[in-house]
């Protein structure tokens, strides 16, 4: 008979937050906030659900919320963007995501990916039929080892996967290393899919440089974004891609036999988010770095808790072998939930090969009550 198993396993998010639930416990493993997003842009998909009308919006997105990508484009970044034919909308990142895999990727192609890598990526780019090649970052510094990067690259390399800030790791990759990977995703004839969910928020002065704003990069990269974590609203599902229009043109096509489309109303009032002032978005970062300082203190007071330092997103990776616990990561965020009352994301689910199984991944998007809450009842555990 034909096998109904699947070879995707169900995701660490699912599996962790159905535990938390099942066991009332402080959720910090998943990645969502748990504030509301800004009022106003929810009070604008109120306003669009009544009228405007709610048949299937075009393919690529309301125009008015792919102006509002070009102009945010521009506002940010300076980058020229033709919101016709340069700009798409998705139904979340992921989705974008899987827009570019499926629409890019031939049989055979080769991927290169740094890991540790966003959970979504390997499974939908091994059933485009892409070959990963993956170089590892090493915590606490996770410098990129050039040379390993570049020996990953061969004659069948398509695409570069780049996330940055990038989740797990937390880390902003620097001018300097994303100059030296320009130079290699140029010097091999490739592509670079670039996920940028978390643009807005670097931390510490640092800044955020697409990849897409270097020199030979324009027409080479596709940018992707994400209401969900610039707004913070996970469950609405808007993604948005900037990319050249070659590149952009295979990427629809596969897009509109996944979805074709995403919600108007929700599209409408992120086009009206994404014209919030500057005051937004460097609120949104502050208030994610106060978080992160809150979390990381927090944490260092208990003996056996190694933050390592988080340039950006809102994850604090932590590294417990400080605390000898007899068993893994897997084990541990079981363990801390069902004992504890706390959840985290075991970061071995973020690795292709041989994991490390000694750390784990705490969301800090949450009210500063429930951080201090999660901390005192680690504290208390431990
Ligand atoms: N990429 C990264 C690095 C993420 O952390 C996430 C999780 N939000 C996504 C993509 C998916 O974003 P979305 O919820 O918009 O699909
Ligand atoms: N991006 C979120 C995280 O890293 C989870 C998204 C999901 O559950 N699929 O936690």
Not at 82 to 88: L, V
Not at 296 to 303: H, Q
Not at 346 to 353: E, N
Request: net charge negative; charged share 20%; glycine share 8%.
């Amino acid at each position: 008979a034909n096998s109904l198993l699947s070879s995707y396993g169900t995701t660490v998010f699912e599996v962790m937050s159905r535990l938390a639930i099942e066991h009332g416990s402080i959720n910090l493993g998943q990645g969502f906030p748990d504030d509301f997003g800004p009022e106003p842009a929810l009070k604008k998909a109120s306003e669009f659900l009544f009228d405007r009308p709610n048949q299937y919006p075009p393919m690529l997105g309301v125009p008015e919320l792919r102006q509002a990508v070009a102009a945010h484009n521009k506002h940010f970044y300076g980058l020229d963007v033709d919101w016709q034919t340069e700009t798409m909308v998705s139904t979340g990142a992921t989705e974008g995501l899987a827009a570019c895999f499926f629409g890019l990727i031939e049989p055979g192609d080769e991927v290169v990916l740094i890991e540790p890598t966003y959970d979504c990526y390997l499974p939908i780019i091994r059933r485009a039929g892409g070959i990963p090649r993956v170089v590892t970052l090493r915590p606490p510094e996770w410098n990129l080892d050039i040379a390993a990067l570049k020996a990953a690259f061969t004659e069948k390399t398509k695409l570069l996967v780049l996330n940055s800030p990038m989740n797990p790791a937390s880390k902003v990759f620097t001018e300097e290393e994303l100059s030296a990977i320009a130079e290699i995703v140029i010097a091999n004839d490739c592509y670079a899919v670039c996920d940028e969910v978390y643009e807005h928020m670097a931390f510490d002065g640092r800044r955020h440089h697409p990849l897409m704003t270097l020199p030979g990069m324009r027409e080479r990269c596709v940018r992707i974004g994400s209401a969900g974590k610039t707004f913070s609203l996970t469950g609405w599902k808007v993604g948005y891609l900037t990319a050249p229009a070659e590149l952009l043109q295979p990427i629809s096509k596969a897009h509109q036999f996944l979805v074709f489309t995403t919600a108007p109303n929700l599209q409408r009032a992120v086009a009206y988010g994404l014209g919030l002032g500057d005051g937004y978005f460097h609120g949104l970062r502050d208030s994610m770095q106060a978080k992160r300082n809150r979390l990381a203190d927090g944490l260092s007071r208990i003996n056996g808790f190694d933050c390592v330092e988080c340039e950006g997103t809102y994850f604090q990776f932590v590294d417990i072998s400080g605390l000898g616990f007899d068993g893994d990561d897997i084990e541990f965020c079981r363990h801390i939930t069902t004992e504890a009352g706390v959840t985290a994301v075991p970061v071995s689910a973020f690795y292709h090969g041989a994991a490390p199984k000694n750390f784990i991944r705490f969301c800090f998007a949450k009210q500063d009550a429930i951080l201090d809450e999660a901390v005192a009842k680690l504290a208390a555990y431990f």
